[in-house]
């Protein structure tokens, strides 16, 4: 049992485990008089064959249950008062002696209401993640299907322009090296303006193309 069920500062030292600074729970006696839990014991040797306090060799000689290694000293043992785990929620009232306390807090029925208010918490708690989860869900798939409208778009962009490629690449002309332009190829001279308007070639002569066209 922990601070929590009792108060350290009343137990006597000797009865206070040694390695996990509690009231030792079902305490074993060591050879050399040391006392423990019996579960930090058998931990502790299962490392080391030695007494964690004086470093005595266990080897030969294993822990022992206080009740048969020394009656009196476990009566002292068994007169130390402890609480239920529960009494901090002020739901159980029990106290009682250490050697009870596991099967107290096993059977004990009292932190069934707390417990209960608990669920009912944990239950609104769940309802309402349901329904965040829902509406994300909605969210979810709005965002979908309005992506899905996206790449349609950026598909019938495409198509469009590549469509109006294949019309410009039908529209382009060549240069006629000896400016035989004429009204008659107006058209013809025209497209060449176009296409020519941003980056002209170096070796066309605006002027003669003037001519042409006048």
Known sequence: PDASVVDLSKVPEDLICAICS???ANPNLTKCNHLFCSECIGAS???QAACPTCRFDLRSAAAKKLSEA?????RIWRKIRVRCPFAVQNTCEWVGSPDLYDGHKAGCTKPFGASHISLEALRRE????KRQNQS???QTRERDRLVSDLRKQIADERKSSAARTRELE?????LDPTYGYDRHRAVELSRLLIQNLENRPAHIDTNRIFNCVK
């Open 22 to 24: 509690e009231l030792c």
């Open 45 to 47: 040797l299962s490392l």
């Open 70 to 74: 020394s009656p009196i000293l476990n």
């Open 126 to 129: 769940c309802d309402d993640l």
């Open 136 to 138: 994300l869900v909605e």
């Open 170 to 174: 039908g529209l382009t002309v060549r």
